[in-house]
């Protein structure tokens, strides 16, 4: 009786551990893929106004075409939108990070009794 459980219960086992094993592969590329996808649709969309709509759409559609067909009942589009929902934000993030540590060094700068515009500032911070 336990032999049967076990002859029934192993293979069932290994197709969910195999399925959760794929998915979380999956959804660990789509993360790495996103950040991509969404730099490549600000480009495509550059020159439409209010097109955040239409570049988040296309990024999501994008990513859901990578997803072989079996994996695509377990990562559903609204699963990608979460995940590319989740990478503009870091992105975003880290872009508030870096323009605030820009502005405290410009003040700084002017603290010190210097002068010059925000823009050139940061042109010539770089060099």
């Not at 086992?13 to 999956?26: D, E």
């Not at 699963?79 to 405290?104: H, N, T």
């Amino acid at each position: 009786m336990l032999k049967n459980i076990f002859d029934i219960a192993i293979p069932i086992l290994t197709l969910i551990f195999g399925a959760l094993s794929a998915y979380f592969k999956a959804r660990d590329q789509l993360r790495g893929q996103s950040i991509k996808y969404i730099a490549e649709a600000e480009e495509l969309y550059k020159d439409i106004t209010k097109a955040g709509e239409q570049k988040f759409t296309w990024v999501v559609d994008t990513l859901h075409d990578l997803i072989p067909p079996p994996l695509k009942m377990l990562i559903t589009k609204k699963c990608i939108e979460k995940i590319v929902k989740s990478s503009f934000d870091a992105v975003e993030e880290y872009a508030r990070m870096q323009l605030d540590m820009a502005v405290e060094k410009y003040l700084k700068y002017l603290s010190d009794g210097k002068s010059g515009d925000f823009i050139d500032f940061i042109r010539n911070d770089d060099e």
